[in-house]
């Protein structure tokens, strides 16, 4: 099983920074892309930013130019920068990879979404 955990969420003021993260850890044979995804109240998730394996970007347009997403392979974690953070960046943000399991010993399985636990990112001044 493929277990994701993500950190960094909390409370800050308009302006201000956080670093979230988020490692996936099980039997895992390889992971094609990581992302992270918010969602504010009454509102459907959204697509914040993702990441290949290849390094290839994706940025919603709303965060371009103040986040920043990257990825460590060799420890399975990804990362998102918020800088310039603002009240309209308050959500519940979920990390999302897209990897390949192992399913027995020998045998790699089909691609499948991993979602993470969500963390809160809370801008208020």
């Known amino acids: 099983q493929v277990h994701l955990v993500e950190s960094g969420g909390g409370l800050v003021q308009p302006g201000g920074s956080l670093r979230l993260s988020c490692t996936a850890s099980g039997n895992i044979f390889g992971i094609n892309a990581m992302g992270w995804y918010r969602q504010a109240p009454g509102k459907q998730r959204e697509l914040v930013a993702s990441?290949?394996?290849?390094?290839?970007?994706d940025y919603a347009d709303s965060v371009t130019g103040r986040f920043t997403v990257s990825m460590d392979n060799a420890k399975n974690t990804v990362y998102l920068q918020m800088n310039s953070l603002k009240p309209e960046d308050t959500g519940n943000y979920y990390c999302?990879?897209?990897?390949?399991?192992?399913?027995?010993?020998?045998?790699?399985?089909?691609?499948?979404?991993?979602w993470g636990q969500g963390t809160q990112v809370t801008v208020s001044s």
């Open positions: 990441i290949t394996s290849g390094n290839r970007k």
């Open positions: 999302n990879v897209e990897a390949i399991p192992f399913t027995d010993q020998w045998t790699a399985g089909e691609v499948y979404d991993y």
